[in-house]
DNA sequence: AGCACGCCGACT
DNA sequence: GTCGGCGTGCTC
């Protein structure tokens, strides 16, 4: 028998199934799925087993050496799922796969080298005695480091020394020691009985199983009983108990108790939303929904109900949310609902957890999956729904190869189980709103908060005039007012800096010169807490000159606004206020996200301040004032969704404002009070602000009226950059059809990155069925030139960020 | 991706 | 003459 593997050698040339011969005795247990070793040239590698066949066309065979798995890690669905990706990302195969498991079943690589059988330790050259005299194996970095590698491979050469390669597993089963006892009871008192008066501490065990005949931790029964491990050891020798390693995984949230909640009831609104969704669970239909709800509506509990209908059925549900808003507050809604049949996936677990995570799933132990983007290829096998909240966010879409986007596979692994797909958000993502628009996608829409609860009012405070009028501080005077009219009423208020676009860099106050990173075009961002400037690119780390390189002036500090910064000056206006700060410094340790949420909502503090991180998922009653430092920090950002992104951020942050009894209020503080995202973001009104949008992008040719791919291409030599894009270009222009723009070559907006010009060009098609080979073609050409010079050509298709 | 094979310059 | 540089091509 013949299985086809894909080998783990991201390559041009090793991007397809290699076919091996699977041994007699594994003939029976290697399935599609599978993850083997397999030796590949010299090598011994990973691999995916991707289908059994009776014969091959190739003559030189070799076979398996052994599976690494009991039961396939990829099922049949994933597997196909996987050919999908690898098609719509323009990805290797391997990286498709691999990005659909967790990071622990991707293969480590040991290199070793060990003497020869025939090799006797005399026969070595002195130098190499050594290594050799106490252990069996050298490890191939100690070889290297002791600068023996050239001799060592002479001797490799005459036959004393192997080149071995290991393949390991990345993390191991976490197990525990239990014992339990091979007899009954009768026979253990008579055991007891027939012990010595020495041995009384065997004595205590033996009684402890007489009382609970069954299997118990190791280290439990030792704390416990108070005795030692050779007590225990003693009686496992005399055939009394049995030790036995007990898998157990490790449960992030084991010591934690989520109070059962019950299905609330359902608002008009949200049972008129809730009705198609359920009636396309009881067809078994296929239908892609789009759950439009302003902030506070009660998306959360139409999807909770969903999700129980499906559970009702028997079957499975995908619950997606952004990992920034994968708070515990969430889980707690999750667990709360469904106990122990949830699994939770997110960046903030070990990786051994996570894999735990996935082992509940594989297993059917559980049947709800709650996670960030990579939980949408939780290996279920009966799907009934998968859930994407906040479909808007850009964090569903991978950066790196494969480049796909959650809700894209979402929609292929639900049109394959025949279930419903929810997108949910109060700012659907433009091409969203236009397929529902369209009817492509079934809108639903919750128009009114729970509660009868009015949006919260905003006010759009002009910074420009604060700066005439005198006030130069960053808090308007309005702003500032309502802060300290909050303080008195002892209600609480977030405040929201939006840093991205507006990192502190350095300039100098005379000349304006700013300090850029000397290898990627872009400024340094300070970093205070070691008075050093990094680039974000290159890790490139400096210290901030005394005097301007430029004009030498002392007159040089670091601009832009901080959430430290915030912290300071309102530790000046309102001292008596206390203050909560979140940003990747305050809760880069595990767990501090909750322990400060936590406070904030135990009334310890009065004002959250925060970055992104805290304008989703926020649902504290006392919140009734939010105010926005600075809305159009992210404005101005060369990227054609700028004020999608703005005006969605914006109405995100405004919805944490009075979702309770008590009113809220927003204060948006801006340089450019008249931009039209701003002044809709103030009004709160999608539908105006998409109408807006669409008429801005209809003319640029922009999506959701083309598709549109990008093509980066990077080297050292700027003239190599500019000509292949150049020929890339012409290339496509002569393939495409005349209805889709080639644009190009141009800069990246990141010219320069470690050293390495970018040049890019950008495709807007609305059809072009072909587009994925002819793409594939250019990969192709240029992805070989990458191992001889340098040459990097990376294409994303329906790229977020055109960097 | 690794690694071997192979073909040309600068050294014992 | 050989050691070692990295261009080329293969891995079931």
């Not at 049972?271 to 892609?288: C, R």
Request: hydrophobic fraction near 35%.
């Amino acid at each position: 028998m013949i299985a086809k593997v894909i080998v783990d050698v991201p390559a041009k040339q090793t991007d397809r199934a290699f076919d091996y011969l699977i041994p007699e005795r594994l003939i029976e247990v290697i399935q599609p799925g599978m993850r083997v070793i397999v030796p590949f040239g010299p090598r011994t590698i990973q691999g995916f087993v991707i289908s059994i066949e009776e014969e091959s066309s190739f003559d030189k065979l070799r076979e398996i050496v052994e599976p690494m798995d009991l039961y396939p890690v990829l099922n049949p669905e994933l597997l196909k799922l996987g050919d999908w990706l690898t098609d719509k990302t323009l990805s290797y195969k391997i990286s498709a796969y691999q990005v659909m498991l967790p990071a622990a079943l991707k293969a480590k690589y040991i290199k070793k080298l060990k003497m020869s059988k025939q090799c006797q330790i005399n026969d070595l050259p002195l130098d190499i005695q050594d290594l050799f005299i106490n252990q069996q194996e050298v490890s191939w970095e100690q070889a290297v480091n002791e600068g023996l590698l050239s001799l060592l491979q002479k001797e490799a050469t005459k036959g004393n020394i192997e080149v071995i390669y290991e393949v390991k597993e990345r993390v191991k089963k976490k197990k525990l020691k239990h014992v339990y006892p091979l007899l009954n009871n009768e026979e253990l008192m008579g055991i007891r009985d027939a012990l010595t008066s020495q041995a009384a501490k065997q004595k205590v065990v033996i009684e402890y199983f007489i009382d609970k005949n069954e299997s118990v931790e190791l280290r439990e029964l030792l704390s416990i009983l108070n005795v030692s491990s050779a007590t225990v050891k003693g009686l496992v020798q005399k055939g009394v108990l049995v030790e036995k390693d007990m898998e157990v995984y490790r449960d992030p949230y084991l010591d934690r108790i989520f109070e059962k909640t019950q299905a609330l009831r359902l608002t008009d609104e949200q049972f008129a939303a809730i009705t198609p969704v359920i009636n396309s669970i009881e067809e078994e239909k296929h239908n892609v929904f789009l759950l439009y709800g302003v902030t506070g509506s009660g998306k959360t509990e139409v999807y909770l109900q969903s999700i129980q209908r499906i559970l009702e059925k028997g079957k499975e549900a995908i619950f997606l949310i952004p990992e920034i808003s994968l708070t515990p507050q969430m889980v707690k809604r999750f667990k709360g609902r469904f106990g122990n049949e949830v699994a939770v996936l997110h960046s903030g677990l070990s990786i051994g957890e996570k894999y735990d995570e996935w082992r509940k799933i594989q297993r059917k132990e559980v049947k709800v999956v709650v996670g960030a983007r990579s939980a949408i290829f939780a290996p279920f096998e009966n799907l009934g729904i998968i859930i994407i909240d906040e479909e808007h966010e850009t964090s569903y879409k991978q950066e790196e190869n494969p480049r796909y986007h959650a809700r894209d596979v979402a929609i292929e692994r639900a049109r394959f189980h025949q279930c419903p797909v929810i997108l949910g958000s109060a700012t659907p993502a433009l091409e969203t709103f236009a397929r529902a628009q369209k009817g492509v996608y079934i809108k639903l829409t919750l128009s009114k908060r729970m509660n009868n609860q009015s949006l919260p009012t905003v006010q759009i405070v002009d910074m420009r005039e604060e700066l005439r009028e005198g006030n130069r501080s960053m808090f308007s005077r309005k702003l500032l007012e309502k802060l300290q009219d909050r303080l008195e009423k002892k209600q609480q208020t977030v405040l929201f800096l939006n840093k991205r676009g507006h990192s502190s860099f350095v300039m100098c106050r005379d000349c304006g010169y700013v300090v850029n990173c000397p290898q990627c075009d872009i400024s340094l961002t300070y970093h205070r807490y070691n008075e050093q400037m990094k680039c974000h690119y290159c890790g490139y780390e400096t210290h901030v000159p005394t005097h301007c390189p430029e004009c030498n002036s002392e007159h040089i500090r670091y601009f832009g606004t901080g959430t430290q910064k915030v912290e300071e000056e309102l530790g000046k206006v309102l001292p008596e206020a206390r203050v909560i700060r979140m940003d990747v410094d305050t809760t880069s340790r595990k767990g501090s996200h909750e322990r400060l949420l936590n406070d904030f909502q135990e009334g310890k503090a009065d004002i959250l301040l925060g970055t992104q991180m805290i304008a989703k998922g926020l649902d504290f009653p006392n919140i009734t004032l939010v105010g926005v430092l600075s809305a159009d920090t992210m404005l101005h950002l060369p990227d054609f969704r700028s004020s999608e992104k703005t005006f969605q951020l914006l109405t995100q942050v405004s919805g944490r404002a009075g979702r309770h009894e008590l009113e809220g209020e927003v204060i948006i503080q801006t340089y450019t009070p008249e931009h039209y995202s701003i002044v809709l973001a103030g009004t709160q009104n999608y539908d105006h602000f998409y109408e807006q949008e669409m008429m801005i992008r209809k003319p640029h040719q922009y999506p959701p009226f083309y598709y549109i791919s990008l093509i980066t291409v990077s080297h050292e030599n700027l003239m190599k950059v500019v000509s292949v894009t150049e020929k890339i270009t012409h290339f496509l222009q002569a393939r495409l059809s005349k209805e889709s723009i080639v644009l190009g070559p141009v800069a990246s907006p990141i010219p320069r990155i470690n050293n390495r010009y970018r040049y890019q060009c950008l495709i807007k098609y609305k059809r072009e069925p072909e587009l994925g080979k002819t793409l594939k073609t250019v990969l192709d050409q240029y992805q070989q030139e990458a191992v001889s010079n340098g040459l990097q050509v990376s294409i994303d298709v329906n790229p977020y960020i055109l960097m």
